[in-house]
């Protein structure tokens, strides 16, 4: 047991260090988990994260897609989930099949596959993309027509600034919808001055309302360039964390308290611990998937 924090994160920082692991955590985490970070970041970040390091153990605060992408990457590594019921719903609204059966329909167009997919997915497209670099990767592919799956939203916002057909899925942030266009409209009025920035899952309403449209890496680093002093948030509240630490002199306002994603909350530092104490809960992807959904992972990251 151990009386306070404190305590906790001497132990999960002196086993981090016997088990020669590392702490990767993403920016919607509890607030108490990036603390300890060795890197916080969004999808893409943390993936070339997970592609370059040398420690052992990868200990992934984040959902069960961006562990395996950590395992796609990095086989000979031990990737640890801290809760394995951290899912995304997202992820979970295709699968294999269902991708197959649309590249039937349409066998001319490539598929790309957001990150926030199942291994299985990934191994049936062609490329994946994150929200950072969705954009660059539609550019990136040969064909005039693309497939995109699974969030209809970054589907949207990407084909807006691509001069491309795309064949779209059906699928959604459960999280992201949460934020509606008067939420925007009433921080606006609250705080004339702010800079609004919302992610891409959010809806085309809410984007069209906003003046920048960008990943969770795409907002702090706007945040840290910007001379605006006031930002409202639309996106994930775990965001608000790292942005005002490392923008003290900056306010920021959440467009929506009710954006709380549950599954990334499930992990704290409890679970950390226990993750390094029993490395238990390990992530791994049987090597034949791994070895397909590896190439369109790879292609993603060799896209500049
Ligand atoms: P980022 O790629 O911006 O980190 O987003 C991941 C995600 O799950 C957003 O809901
Ligand atoms: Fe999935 Fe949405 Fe949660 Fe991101 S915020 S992990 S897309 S459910």
């Not at 801290?82 to 995304?88: K, T, V």
């Given at each position: 047991m151990y009386s306070d924090d404190a305590g906790l994160i001497e132990e999960i920082m002196r086993l981090k260090e016997k088990r020669k692991a590392i702490l990767l955590v993403h920016n919607y985490q509890l607030g108490e988990v990036q603390d300890i970070a060795d890197y916080t970041g969004d999808s893409l970040e943390l993936s070339r994260i997970a592609s370059q390091t040398d420690s052992r153990v990868i200990v992934f605060c984040g959902v069960h897609f961006m562990a395996e992408t950590a395992s796609i990457l990095c086989p000979d590594k031990t990737v640890l989930l801290?809760?394995?019921?951290?899912?995304?719903p997202m992820a979970d609204m295709i699968n294999a099949g269902g991708l197959r059966a649309l590249m039937k329909e349409y066998p001319n167009a490539p598929a790309i596959a957001y990150v926030n997919t199942s291994a299985e997915v990934k191994a049936e497209a062609f490329i994946c993309c994150t929200s950072t670099n969705a954009v660059r990767v539609a550019e990136s592919v040969d064909s005039p027509e693309v497939i995109f799956v699974p969030d209809k939203y970054l589907a949207h916002y990407t084909s807006s600034c691509v001069k491309k057909k795309f064949i779209i899925w059906d699928g959604y942030c459960p999280t992201h919808i949460k934020i509606i266009p008067e939420d925007i409209l009433r921080e606006r009025a609250l705080h004339p001055q702010a800079e609004v920035m919302v992610h891409p899952e959010c809806t085309p309403a809410v984007a069209a309302l906003a003046d920048r449209v960008v990943s969770t890496g795409g907002m702090c680093k706007f945040a840290k360039e910007s001379s605006a002093k006031e930002f409202i948030i639309g996106t994930e509240i775990g965001m608000l964390h790292r942005l005002r630490k490392e923008n003290p002199d900056k306010k920021f306002y959440p467009a929506s308290e009710l954006a709380i994603c549950p599954n990334m909350k499930r992990i704290n530092l409890e679970k950390v611990l226990w993750s390094l104490q029993d490395m238990k809960n390990e992530i791994k992807v049987p090597e034949e998937i791994r070895l397909k959904a590896k190439s369109s992972v790879d292609r993603m990251l060799a896209v500049k």
């Open positions: 801290p809760d394995i019921n951290a899912g995304c």
